[in-house]
T-cell receptor
């Protein structure tokens, strides 16, 4: 039973390019969460999605960042026109639902974005 | 708002030493509390959790007790090993709150021979 799969594990972009990070949730999980870990900091919530719906995007920067979780395929976090400050580790997590008994998120290994 | 405060690291210990990593929280109501561990180059793994006051979470020799009166959830281990070297994150969540975890900044633990 594969866990949360994220790719790419490492991504290098030049300023102004686009970054796309993918996340496939655990089997049986229909809720996906994206977190960002800046250097020397803890994880900060970005966005919470269910299939085809954004439930909570209160942690997403207002510009350049978007997320989707289509009916088929992985969830994608998209960063347009990247800047050096976007360099971070982006973690995806999944769960069965917001009120699932375990109330526990399963995290992927993360995608580390470096902006040159 | 909700917040989690952890002791700053790095914490450096000799093998078999006793470990305490302090964690306190601020929240309206009674959240569930968690400790996650992040080994070098990897994602976060759930270490232990407690869902109500006085609950004790335990796993792999680590323990933490949910103290409502002091709003704390300190992580302890009686005898650390080199393999415990990692970053430890304290976190809270509210049931029905959309599973939005609030994390502390993490505490790096280095265990030396």
């Amino acid at each position: 039973n594969a866990g949360v799969m994220q790719n790419p594990r490492h991504l290098v972009r030049r300023r102004g390019q686009e970054a796309r990070l993918r996340c496939s949730p655990m089997k049986g999980h229909s809720h996906v969460y994206w977190y960002r870990q800046l250097p020397e900091e803890g994880l900060k919530f970005m966005v919470y999605l269910q299939k085809e719906n954004i439930i909570d995007e209160s942690g997403m920067p207002k510009e350049r960042f978007s997320a989707e979780f289509p009916k088929e395929g992985p969830s994608i976090l998209r960063i347009q026109q990247v800047v050096r400050g976007d360099s971070a580790a982006y973690f995806c997590a999944s769960s069965r639902g917001p009120n699932s008994g375990a109330n526990v998120l399963t995290f992927g290994a993360g995608s580390r974005l470096t902006v040159l | 708002g909700n917040s989690v405060t952890q002791m700053e690291g790095p914490v450096t210990l000799s093998e078999e030493a006793f470990l305490t990593i302090n964690c306190t929280y601020t929240a309206t109501g009674y959240p569930s509390l968690f400790w996650y561990v992040q080994y070098p180059g990897e994602g976060l793994q759930l270490l232990l959790k407690a869902t109500k006051a006085d609950d004790k979470g335990s796993n792999k020799g680590f323990e933490a007790t949910y103290r409502k009166e002091t709003t704390s959830f300190h992580l302890e281990k009686g005898s650390v090993q080199v393999s415990d070297s990692a970053v430890y994150f304290c976190a809270l969540i509210f049931t029905g709150g959309g599973n939005k975890l609030t994390f502390g900044t993490g505490t790096q633990l280095k265990v030396e021979l």
